[in-house]
């Protein structure tokens, strides 16, 4: 069974940052890949960053230049830094890994006020 427990979320004024963290309770190279997803209030859930275990990195359109995925080895923790937040940010931002399956955090709210 793995477990993804998301951390760092809260609330911050536009043009803020906050860095989330997502620790894993195994490697994290042994999963194929590793994940940020965001739901806002009344929307599906959407992608924000995906980190292969090869190193390709991906970002959705919305977030190039503003949030950055790195990951920790030896801590098994992938992190988003998220900068220059928008109020369009503010949603639930999930933790995925991938395994074959496909495994959730709980999710950590971040909110934006403008």
Do not use: H
């Amino acid at each position: 069974q793995v477990q993804l427990v998301e951390s760092g979320g809260g609330l911050v004024q536009a043009g803020g940052s906050l860095r989330l963290s997502c620790a894993a309770s195994r490697s994290i190279l042994s999963f194929n890949s590793m994940g940020w997803y965001r739901q806002a209030p009344g929307k599906q859930r959407e992608l924000v960053a995906v980190l292969t275990s090869g190193g390709s990195i991906n970002y959705a359109d919305y977030v190039k230049g503003r949030f950055t995925i790195s990951r920790d080895n030896a801590k098994n923790t992938v992190y988003l830094q998220m900068s220059s937040l928008k109020p369009e940010d503010t949603a639930v931002y999930y933790c995925k890994a991938v395994a074959g399956l496909g495994y959730w955090g709980q999710g950590t709210q971040v909110t934006v006020s403008s």
